[in-house]
């Protein structure tokens, strides 16, 4: 009966009624496609919005890779246009310590050629005033960075196994010691020996001939009020550092003497910066 129906339904033209449902999905397929068509001259990422929301309604959950990002106009950059970059607090704070140190390091590097020059005055200045003695001959006058040694040898000051100086090295002391009230900073005053053994009803040892050849240069240059006594340190090093082998009498000869040490360095920096201004925000 149903094959009777069907081909009476064929005979007759009438339409199968699922036709009707798949013509309507035809349709709605057609209109979707038209529509993705009209987004292709859009760009990419309003096309990805309006896809997944489409997506979502027809129940499909799947992500577009975009291949490229596509270049356009901003709204941005049409209605406004870039102002001068302002510096942040961030720049000042970093400009200003630049500055700072820029500034310090200028005033530091004056004040260490002041100081240089300064020493190298002094140094000069006591040359000057030992220069009869330093063309005789056994007086020395060196720099040493930021000291100015004096080193006087045992011939002409002192005789052998003796503290008492000779009146010529009295007068040259007394002489030295103007120059010296003159000179900021401390003076260090050591005694050394050769390795010859002394033993006499004075000196039990070498300790004790240096360290009275020292104390004598002291009290010799006390004697100018001028000089202050805190300023000087005395010390007796006996053979413990001797400039050459004790293995020959001109060794010996040399190894033998008294050393006066101008301690400058930190005098001399702390009076050029009290002679020098701060440095101001204006340098």
């Avoid at 339409?15 to 859009?42: G, H, K, N, Q, R």
């Avoid at 190298?120 to 006591?126: A, G, I, M, P």
């Avoid at 007068?171 to 005053?189: C, M």
């Avoid at 002394?198 to 009275?212: G, K, P, V, Y």
Wanted: a negative charge; one cysteine or more.
């Amino acid at each position: 009966m149903k094959n009777t129906m069907a081909k009476k339904g064929r005979k007759s033209g009438l339409i199968p009624p699922w036709m009707v449902t798949y013509a309507d999905l035809m349709t709605l397929l057609l209109c979707f496609f038209v529509l993705l068509l009209s987004f292709a001259e859009i760009d990419l990422i309003r096309f990805k919005q309006l896809a997944g929301e489409m997506s979502e309604a027809f129940g499909v959950q799947r992500q577009v890779p975009a291949e490229m990002i596509p270049m356009g106009t901003s709204a941005v950059f049409d209605r406004f246009s870039p102002a001068e970059p302002e510096p942040t607090l961030r720049d000042e704070v970093r400009q200003s310590t630049t500055l700072e140190q820029i500034r310090h390091n200028t005033h530091r590097q004056q004040v260490r050629a002041r100081v240089e020059q300064r020493l190298e005055q002094w140094h000069l200045k006591v040359k000057d005033a030992l220069s009869a003695a330093i063309d005789e001959g056994g007086l020395r006058v060196e720099r040493q960075g930021a000291n100015v040694l004096i080193r006087i040898d045992e011939q002409g000051s002192f005789p052998s196994g003796s503290a008492d100086v000779t009146r010529d090295f009295s007068q040259l002391l007394q002489t030295l010691s103007v120059t010296l009230a003159e000179i900021p900073g401390d003076i260090a005053i050591d005694g050394y020996t050769d390795d010859v053994p002394i033993a006499s009803s004075r000196f039990r040892s070498n300790w004790d001939l240096s360290a009275m050849r020292s104390a004598t240069v002291a009290n010799i240059l006390l004697e100018n009020e001028e000089l202050a006594s805190e300023r000087l340190t005395v010390v007796g090093h006996a053979d413990t550092r001797p400039l050459a082998p004790n293995d020959s009498e001109a060794a010996r000869a040399s190894n033998r003497r008294v050393e006066i040490t101008l301690q400058l360095g930190e005098a001399v920096e702390r009076e050029v910066l009290a002679a020098m201004p701060p440095p101001s925000e204006e340098e």
